[in-house]
């Protein structure tokens, strides 16, 4: 309201990404050209899309700083589909959320929430978890899953209107990913909760001043008094209380993946190479078994982990990951699953590892749980701290 620009990003999965979203594009977008258009132009008004098919909190938690800059106004999260409703989502979100409103100029976080009709978990989805987090940091949360449920209830044939692919030859109906008039309700549903705080600002902005003589500690007691709603609560949600006022410093890892800029390249491979997959997605994989890549990594505090694509099809078995030769200290990886999602999934190499760079070795095994006796693999990224 200053008239100032303001810098707009996005961390999500494939619905922020744009699947099914055609005509008109993903709901951020339509956000945009509402703001940038309708409540304050400016020619250097931005938006960055950090989102990433298949990719869930768990990594953008860890390295969401590849993606976007630190420097944002405003992001919004959209992981409701793409997380499961467990504890250790919770858990990853609030580390993303807080790590965000940790920045030092303030930045504000938007919740986006959808729905999807075809996860073995039902209609409920990590959205559920993140919901009690966002109601412990005062972020506003946008979900167009109430309003749209009782209509399907009503008539389960208005599947069609709500996950149909209108551009596809055959309208297909995708029943992971809402369509183009979902994108735009839940646009809608975005920038009319704007517009209200907006008129709210203003509103307060134009009221006349309180009388004086009004004390709220004397005359209404101390829960009526001045208080920064916008500090980030001292403590996580999942932390006892405590009386001393000591907080956690923030988590600040290191992270290079096959989307960032530069992208994660290795220091050798033997049977390996980069792949780009259909969706917008970037893997470096291997299928034989033996085939080994290397990596030089760098930590801190000692902790090294992974992220790579885990999921119930693509053939996918298991790789052996060890630190500076130490084949005894090796951990088992598995890509496949029984869940019945593809997303990208984190595992800790080592936890106590000298400061200072170190090498870590992965090797394609033998053993795999993938029925067809799969022995692809395929790495994400690498994170340290």
């Excluded at 209200?196 to 600002?201: F, R």
């Excluded at 307060?204 to 001045?226: I, T």
């Amino acid at each position: 309201m200053r008239g100032e620009p303001i810098k707009m990003a996005v961390l999500g999965g494939s619905v922020s990404r744009g699947r099914n979203s055609f005509p008109g594009g993903p709901y951020h977008g339509r956000i945009f050209r509402t703001w940038n258009e309708t409540f304050f132009p400016h020619p250097q008004n931005t938006i960055v899309d950090g989102s990433r098919p298949a990719t869930g909190t768990k990594y953008f938690s860890m390295c969401w700083g590849e993606h976007i800059p630190e420097d944002i106004d405003l992001v919004f999260l959209e992981q409701s589909i793409n997380d499961r409703r467990t504890m250790e989502s919770a858990d990853n979100w609030e580390t993303l959320a807080r790590s965000l409103l940790e920045l030092p100029h303030n930045v504000a976080v938007i919740s986006i929430s959808t729905f999807a009709l075809e996860f073995a978990q039902g209609i409920g989805n990590g959205g559920d978890v993140h919901l009690a987090v966002a109601q412990y940091y005062d972020i506003p949360v946008i979900s167009i899953r109430n309003a749209i449920l009782p209509h399907l209830f009503d008539d389960p044939a208005l599947e069609s209107e709500v996950f149909g692919d209108v551009e596809s030859p055959d309208h297909s109906i995708d029943r992971k990913h809402i369509n183009a008039l979902n994108h735009q309700i839940l646009s809608d549903f975005t920038t009319h909760w704007m517009k209200d705080h907006i008129c709210k600002v203003a509103s307060e902005q134009d009221a006349p001043a309180a009388p004086p003589g009004r004390d709220h500690h004397s005359m209404e007691g101390w829960w009526n008094a001045p208080v920064d709603m916008a500090t980030v609560p001292r403590l996580r949600m999942s932390e006892p209380w405590t009386t001393v006022n000591q907080t956690r410093p923030p988590l600040q890892p290191s992270c290079k993946s096959t989307t960032s800029e530069p992208r994660l390249a290795p220091s050798s491979t033997d049977g390996w190479s980069f792949e780009e997959a259909p969706g917008d997605k970037f893997y470096w994989s291997a299928d034989t078994v033996g085939a080994q890549i290397h990596f030089s990594v760098h930590t801190v505090s000692g902790h090294v982990g992974m992220f790579f694509l885990r999921s119930p099809k693509l053939g996918l078995g298991n790789v052996r990951c060890w630190l500076d030769g130490n084949l005894k200290g090796s951990k088992v990886v598995e890509g496949y699953w029984t869940k019945d999602v593809s997303t990208a999934e984190f595992i800790e190499l080592a936890t106590e590892l000298p400061t200072g760079t170190h090498e870590l070795t992965c090797e394609i095994a033998r053993q795999t749980k993938d029925p067809g006796g799969g022995h692809a693999f395929k790495i994400i990224g690498l994170a340290t701290v």
